[in-house]
């Protein structure tokens, strides 16, 4: 496991919507370097940079078109190289966004395997036998190659699927995991990972990390024992290289050979804290201070905890560039309690850009295969200069619309109050980093749950947190003193008494 996780804080960055440097209205590589020092400062010690690859950008980058070879609009590989030198300069550690599971139609690998005639690039992805012949339940395109046959897709139409083997192989184009031709696509990833880690690279964010052994089973077993094939490879290469996986399942992610898994979107856990309205007519996300109760999230999430706390990491998000931002629904002092909790959590956190400021989320026409999520996708908003500062550029040719509301955050804004989010999260942070018992190996219990109060350990650390509207108070039998506060909190001898709408933080003594 590598150490540095053990204090990391992630800031994701959407590279396109971050900062343009050369006035073409996407945002760039050079952007990510000159803003490296707001990172630092904010309380984040490593990155995520969302898909940076050569792409006709038809899924924004996750339709790769060449592994070794960045998109000219971020700049080129020696930019990404400088990045990683300057990232590290200032302790920073970057992840590229890995997507293994399919490519770009556009692919070289892709072309070649299209082909009438048999090559080595034949097999790298999943074939039917015969133009006519369905995929046995798979999403597939046919009749746009001279191969005779259908490709399997693992997403959008643009983006055929990899061919790992089939688990259970039911048909003769079927090929088992141990064929050479699967073996030798695992082979190619590890091998463009090697290529980026020996550039600097810390790491991966592995997209659809669960997608890579079709007809699988419920354990994933074979997409499974590749991924711990690649984290051999790593622990024997790369032994400080990271990878983080979109599973969304950290006892099967972390036992398959992650570092990190997110928790994303279940159904009981991570959505009712942030984003209940998905689940419910009335929002009843815990953090609303009208909102409901934090036992199911709770009943989802411990039981995982315990599971991989001694094997790995489980990350909390603010957000990301395929979910709503959390300001849709919550207000700017929801969000303080929200991201004290995420990030006193155990585990290894996520911020995403512009949530340390409370961006909103816009209702835009799709763009690059965002649909829905591309309201969450729109640019850094700096200061009030041009385009909120993210660019020189005309507004016509920004790669989306920045905020045109009156009361649209900005960096520059929230610097200068220090009440605003933005300080609330750089305090938080400071707070984490001081204090091991705060960070991602930190011990973990519950201490109290009784009416929307929730009160957890860490340590040496009694952390609480209110978000219903009236005061909440619970006895303690030991000393303790005041460390942090949002809101109000009080100790009244044997008893903490927390404010409405308040997250207190406690050093207990004895």
């Not at 952007?31 to 940079?49: S, V």
């Not at 050569?54 to 000219?72: E, H, M």
């Not at 990404?80 to 070289?108: Q, W, Y």
């Not at 990491?313 to 207000?331: E, M, V």
Request: hydrophobic share 35%.
């Amino acid at each position: 496991m590598p150490s540095w996780l053990k204090d990391a804080v992630f800031y994701e960055i959407y590279p396109q919507s971050f900062y343009d440097t050369n006035g073409d209205g996407i945002g760039d590589f050079q952007g990510i370097i000159q803003k490296l020092d707001y990172i630092k400062l904010l309380g984040c010690n490593a990155l995520w940079i969302n898909p940076c690859f050569d792409s006709p950008f038809k899924d924004a980058g996750y339709d790769v078109r060449n592994y070794k070879l960045v998109a000219p609009r971020y700049g080129t590989n020696e930019d990404l190289f400088l990045l990683f030198r300057e990232a590290h300069h200032r302790g920073i550690h970057v992840l590229l966004d890995l997507v293994p599971g399919h490519t770009s139609e556009e692919h070289e690998w892709f072309q070649k395997s299209s082909q009438a005639e048999k090559n080595v690039y034949s097999n790298r992805y999943i074939w039917t036998d015969f133009c006519f012949a369905a995929a046995d339940g798979f999403p597939y395109i046919a009749g746009e190659s001279e191969r005779s046959g259908a490709y399997v897709l693992n997403f959008f139409k643009c983006q055929p699927a990899l061919n790992y083997g089939f688990l259970h192989p039911k048909e003769s184009w079927q090929l088992p995991t141990d064929h050479p031709d699967c073996v030798a696509t695992r082979e190619a990833m590890k091998d463009v990972m090697r290529f980026w880690l020996s550039h600097g690279c810390d790491g991966f964010r592995v997209d659809m990390a669960a997608s890579l052994v079709k007809n699988d089973d419920e354990k994933h077993s074979g997409t499974s024992e590749i991924w711990r094939n690649i984290r051999k490879m790593l622990d024997t290469d790369y032994p400080n290289a990271a990878m983080v996986s979109e599973w969304d399942d950290p006892p099967l992610a972390l036992s398959a050979g992650f570092h990190m898994d997110f928790y994303l979107n279940s159904r009981n856990g991570y959505t009712t804290l942030m984003r209940d309205y998905d689940m419910e007519a009335e929002d009843k996300s815990y953090f609303k201070a009208e909102g409901g109760g934090i036992s199911r999230f709770l009943a989802d999430y411990l039981p995982k905890y315990m599971r991989t706390k001694d094997t790995g990491y489980i990350s909390f998000i603010t957000g990301n560039h395929d979910t709503i931002r959390a300001r849709y629904n919550l207000s700017t002092s929801e969000l303080k309690l929200a991201y004290a909790f995420i990030l006193t959590m155990p585990g290894v956190p996520f911020i995403y850009y512009g949530d340390e400021i409370g961006m909103k989320y816009l209702d835009l026409p799709t763009k690059e295969g965002g649909y829905f999520r591309t309201g969450s996708r729109t640019p850094m908003q700096w200061n009030h200069d041009k385009n909120l500062g993210f660019s020189t550029a005309n507004s016509s040719q920004l790669y989306l619309p920045v905020d045109d509301a009156e009361d649209a955050p900005t960096v520059a804004d929230e610097q200068k109050n220090p009440d605003s989010l933005w300080n609330t999260v750089r305090k938080i942070l400071m707070l984490r980093h001081r204090n091991r018992d705060l960070q991602a190996d930190g011990d973990f219990e519950v201490y109290e749950m009784k009416d929307r109060l929730f009160a957890y350990r860490r340590g040496n650390f009694l952390l609480a947190v209110n978000p219903s509207g009236a005061e909440r108070s619970m006895w303690v039998p030991f000393t303790v003193k005041s460390e942090f506060q949002l809101g109000t909190g009080s100790i009244e001898k044997d008893n903490i008494v927390i404010g409405p709408q308040s997250f207190c933080v406690f050093k207990i003594s004895n």
